[in-house]
């Protein structure tokens, strides 16, 4: 399979997956059917950019999967029901029920087990699409990278106790409520009014403050709650901190924003840079991960943004790739320790003919390099 931006699809493409709207979660089509002109048309409408196409360029290439299909659907209905608690606890004035939380909590520790059983393979948020809603879908990829960043961070790093000291032990505990935090990190913006939360253009300054408020909207919400922790509550709070301390609400900086925080915001602004949103198209992944990577020390940890660049793949598997001698191609397989030098599947020559598929492992071909992602269809095979 690859992904194929909606506009170079052509008539009897046969689709991957199914597409499945973003806002409210309706299947469009089915994998298996093949684009007609009317579906494209559709697709256009519904503002969906990529499809996954099945065809022969790409057989034996499959999208990366960082959760099961089980997991997925009950992350999505535990996060929809927390979402709804709240609204009703916001009009009653109540807190969120603990039957809630503990939902919440097994949903985080199931998504942790996925994350770990998977802690060999590269991360890639693509497969996550198919979650319905903008929120729905955030909750839950930033609550997969982030415990993918949380796990690998405490591996290597470890967490620092209030005395100071480094320390290895009660991780599983301490991840769970990373998780819990990570699910309910957006949960402040059931408060902030759904016309400055929809619009699709720039904010005015008030509305900016009226958006800013939902980190600490959510902390409040949070605080009379049982079953919900301290950590859990910190990555509400504290997820829009800045590292250099140009964040909000508390304009903390460097390791006086919590760890947790720290890994959160990383995970945030990478999903929200590849999403689509009201305001903005879904940039590819690869740009995304320039962006985290360029402001390491400046908005971001650098130790977490460390370990971001050896979880996530810029160009996951099924992207178009143009490589440095002109030569273009479909990424194979990612691995972990090569997420920047992937296996690449290579069908047009660098004098632009289309060849019979021939496949270079760029982490042993240090004269390729991958130039950047391609947006033109690729030629059909000429054998
Ligand atoms: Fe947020």
């Given at each position: 399979m690859r992904l194929v931006a909606t506009e170079h699809l052509n008539t009897g493409d046969r689709i991957g997956r199914d597409i499945v709207t973003s806002g409210d979660g309706l299947l469009l089509l089915r994998a298996g059917m093949r684009i007609s002109d009317s579906f494209q048309r559709s697709l256009r409408r519904a503002g969906i950019t990529a499809v996954w196409i099945d065809d022969e360029l790409s057989a034996g290439i499959e999208p990366l999967e960082m959760l099961r299909e089980e997991t997925r659907h009950r992350a999505v209905s535990a996060i929809r029901s927390a979402f709804q608690d709240v609204s009703q606890s916001l009009v009653q004035g109540g807190a969120l029920p603990a039957d809630t939380i503990r939902k919440m909590t097994a949903v985080a520790e199931l998504i942790g087990r996925d994350i770990a059983d998977n802690a060999q393979s590269a991360l890639a948020l693509?497969?996550?699409?198919?979650?319905?809603?903008y929120t729905m879908k955030h909750s839950l990829a930033v609550t997969a990278l982030g415990l993918a960043l949380g796990i690998r961070a405490m591996r290597r790093y470890g967490w620092t106790d209030h005395r100071g000291a480094r320390r290895f032990d009660q991780v599983e505990q301490r991840l769970s409520q990373l998780g819990v935090g990570l699910l309910l990190h957006d949960i402040g913006k059931l408060a902030v009014p759904p016309e400055i939360l929809h619009k699709p253009g720039p904010l005015t300054d008030d509305e900016w403050t009226a958006m800013r408020a939902h980190s600490m909207l959510g902390f409040q919400m949070l605080k009379?709650?049982?079953?919900?922790s301290a950590l859990a509550r910190s990555v509400v709070r504290s997820h829009h901190e800045r590292w250099d301390g140009?964040?909000?609400?508390?304009r903390k900086a460097g390791v006086a924003i919590h760890q947790f925080a720290r890994i959160a915001t990383v995970a945030d602004v990478f999903d929200a840079l590849t999403s689509e949103r009201p305001y903005s198209a879904a940039e590819p992944a690869h740009r995304a991960f320039e962006y985290v990577v360029s402001r390491a020390g400046r908005d971001f940890d650098p130790d977490i943004v460390d370990v971001f660049r050896s979880s996530v793949?810029?160009?996951?598997?099924g992207t178009g790739v143009v490589l440095s001698d002109g030569s273009r191609g479909l990424v194979k397989e990612v691995r972990p320790a090569f997420v920047e030098c992937p296996i690449v599947r290579i069908v047009v020559d660098p004098s632009g003919r289309s060849i019979p598929p021939r496949e270079v492992d760029l982490s042993t071909t240090p004269e390729l390099t991958i130039?950047?992602?391609?947006v033109a269809p690729l030629a059909p095979l000429a054998v």
């Open positions: 693509n497969d996550l699409a198919n979650a319905d809603s009379g709650t049982g079953g919900i140009t964040g909000y609400p508390d793949a810029p160009y996951p598997p130039v950047s992602e391609d």
